[in-house]
C-alpha cells in the first residue's frame, strides 16, 4: 500500500473515533447521574440505624403474621380502595376491623387517614376518594378477636 493510500484510509481516524465514543459514554453518564441525583426521594426509612437493630424483631413479626393465614385483597374503583379482608379458611374474620393511611412514595410524606368501612361481611371500602393521579402506599391494620395483622399495598391511582 502506498503512502497516499494510507493517507486516505479511515484507520487513520480510528483515534478520533475511540474518543469520540468515550466522550459519548462520559456524557451519557454525568447526564444520568444529574437526573438521578435531582429526582432522587431521600430518606426511604426513617431511623434507619434503630431499624437495622430491630430486624430480629421485624422477622418475628413478619412470622407471627403469616402465621395468621389472613389475607388481604385490595382493588380501586373510583379512586376509593376496596379491600376483602378473610382468615385462613377464607372467610370474613368475625369482628374483623380495618384501619389505613395513604402516604404517596415520594414527596412531602405526609399521611392521609382513610376510614375503612365495612359494607359487607369482610368487605371494605374507603370513606374517601384518594385525592389525587399517581402511586400511593397503603398501610393496612386489620384486627381481630384482639390479633393484629399489617400490610402494605402501593396502589396507582388513574
Known amino acids: 500500500m502506498s503512502d497516499a493510500a494510507a493517507a486516505r484510509s479511515l484507520w487513520r481516524l480510528f483515534p478520533y473515533f475511540?474518543?469520540?465514543?468515550?466522550?459519548?459514554?462520559?456524557?451519557?453518564?454525568?447526564?444520568m447521574a444529574v437526573l438521578a441525583h435531582r429526582s432522587a426521594p431521600g430518606l426511604a426509612v426513617q431511623g434507619s440505624f434503630a431499624t437495622s437493630n430491630a430486624y430480629g424483631r421485624i422477622q418475628e413479626e413478619a412470622r407471627r403474621q403469616v402465621s395468621l393465614g389472613w389475607s388481604l385483597d385490595v382493588e380501586l374503583r373510583e379512586r376509593h380502595v376496596e379491600t376483602r379482608l378473610a382468615?385462613?379458611?377464607?372467610?370474613?374474620?368475625p369482628g374483623g376491623r380495618l384501619r389505613a393511611t395513604a402516604?404517596?412514595?415520594?414527596?412531602?410524606?405526609?399521611?392521609?387517614?382513610?376510614?375503612?368501612?365495612e359494607v359487607a361481611?369482610?368487605?371494605?371500602?374507603?370513606?374517601?376518594?384518594?385525592p389525587g393521579q399517581g402511586q400511593w402506599d397503603v398501610l393496612?391494620?386489620?384486627?381481630?378477636?384482639?390479633?393484629?395483622?399489617?400490610?402494605?399495598?402501593?396502589?396507582?391511582?388513574?
Open 121 to 130: 361481611p369482610g368487605r371494605f371500602r374507603s370513606d374517601i376518594a384518594l
Open 18 to 31: 475511540v474518543v469520540a465514543g468515550l466522550g459519548l459514554v462520559v456524557a451519557v453518564n454525568v447526564t
Open 103 to 117: 402516604t404517596r412514595p415520594v414527596g412531602d410524606g405526609t399521611a392521609l387517614a382513610l376510614e375503612m368501612l
Open 140 to 158: 393496612f391494620i386489620a384486627t381481630s378477636e384482639g390479633r393484629s395483622f399489617r400490610h402494605t399495598r402501593r396502589i396507582v391511582a388513574p
Open 87 to 93: 382468615g385462613a379458611n377464607g372467610a370474613p374474620l
